[in-house]
């Protein structure tokens, strides 16, 4: 699929839930957010059916997300099936790694090929701070669980706030040099209204780049593959890789292949616009593939060129937020 930039269109995240174990301060409020009701949610068969006629539209990579995927039960099922389809689309994950240790190996033998684990410190009581809940212990298990299971190469992502964990960036670009992970910092984007950290609180990329010059020679990687939006680097003698992903500072919207599917069912042609394709009610009126094809099509032609948000700093209360998106 071409959008109207002619972007190539094969990339499709899917949130399979809205609901969370966490509750990250920047990205959901302590009380969580009223749940998407039962049946408004898609199920794994209607989930299925749009990957399916995605993948036959041309998508080669589906990414799993949240809320926090591995809550959802059922999931370990629906990923053997994706992984099932004759195109054979690559299948990842994105987890705050908490329910990781009990299912990594069985979503590495149903097929999922890689885990982003989402982590924003090595402290447990900043943790339970920015988190709102214990776990850290059982993150670091989740990690290892991944790495053991060989799902691979393991990206451990981390969101560096200003006067928060901002001075853990070295921490993290440090565990590069014992294990062959790609560590990425995202900036912090501002887009959830009235959440605890305020848009001063971002670190621009540039800024978390000096730190991360500061610890060692610092090598450009020229990607093998696809990388998405990350910039690549590995500090010297290191046996993996740091990455940036300049969110909002540098959009990389030019590159953007992706659709995002919420979890009650809209196809979401970019994370900050509130355009939004309908699929739910398509499915549950018992349209043919070809109409559902249409409607992922009509997806791709409304992908707007860029997003605005550097510009505009912060988009006040919105209809979803990230963990209603997926991230
Ligand atoms: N629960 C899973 C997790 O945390 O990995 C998947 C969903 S979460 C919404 C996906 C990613 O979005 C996480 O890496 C999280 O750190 C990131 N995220 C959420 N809100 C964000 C924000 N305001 N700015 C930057 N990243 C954000
Ligand atoms: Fe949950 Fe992920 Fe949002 Fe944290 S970032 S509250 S783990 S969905």
């Known amino acids: ?16 839930t809205d609901r969370c174990n966490l509750r990250c301060r920047y990205c959901m409020p302590e009380e969580g957010v009223p749940s998407i009701g039962h049946g408004q949610v ?5 989930l299925f059916r749009v990957a399916r006629v995605a993948v036959e539209l041309g998508v080669r990579k589906i990414r799993l997300t949240g809320g926090e995927p591995l809550v959802r039960k059922g999931l370990i099922p629906f990923v ?6 004759p195109q054979q689309p690559e299948l990842t994950l994105t987890s705050n790694g908490l329910l990781l240790a009990d299912q990594a190996a069985e979503l590495k033998r149903v097929g999922l090929q890689r885990v982003n684990i989402s982590l924003d410190t090595l402290k447990p009581e ?32 981390m969101v560096p706030i200003r006067g928060v964990n901002a001075g853990e960036i070295a921490d993290f670009a440090r565990l590069t040099f014992e294990h062959d992970w790609q560590v990425r910092f995202i900036e ?13 609180s971002r670190l621009p990329a540039a800024e978390i780049s000096e730190v991360l010059h500061a610890i060692a020679p610092l090598a450009e990687i020229e990607p ?47 994370l900050f616009c509130e355009d939004e394709i309908d699929l739910r009610t398509a499915l549950r009126r018992g ?9 992922l099509r009509g ?27 997926g991230g």
């Open 1 to 16: 699929m071409r959008d109207t930039f002619n972007r190539k269109i094969d990339y499709l995240r899917i949130s399979v």
């Open 42 to 46: 898609l199920t794994f068969e209607e």
């Open 80 to 85: 053997e099936r994706l992984c099932q389809l």
């Open 126 to 157: 900043l943790f339970e701070q920015i988190t709102r809940r214990p776990g850290l212990d059982q993150v670091l298990k989740g990690i290892d669980a991944a790495e053991a299971a060989g799902l691979w190469p393991l990206k451990v992502n």
């Open 188 to 200: 912090f984007m501002p887009v959830s209204g009235g959440l605890d950290y305020p848009p001063e």
């Open 224 to 270: 093998k593959g696809p990388v998405g939006p990350a910039r690549l680097y590995r500090l010297e003698g290191a046996k993996g890789v740091v990455g940036v992903i300049p969110a909002v500072s540098d959009h990389f919207c030019g590159e953007c292949n992706r659709l995002r599917l919420t979890s009650d069912g809209f196809l979401r042609p970019c």
């Open 287 to 295: 349209c043919s593939d070809e109409e559902l094809a249409l409607l």
């Open 299 to 325: 997806a791709v032609q409304i992908k707007p060129e860029r997003h605005r948000i550097a510009e505009e700093q912060v988009i006040p209360t919105r209809r979803r937020k990230m963990q209603g998106i």
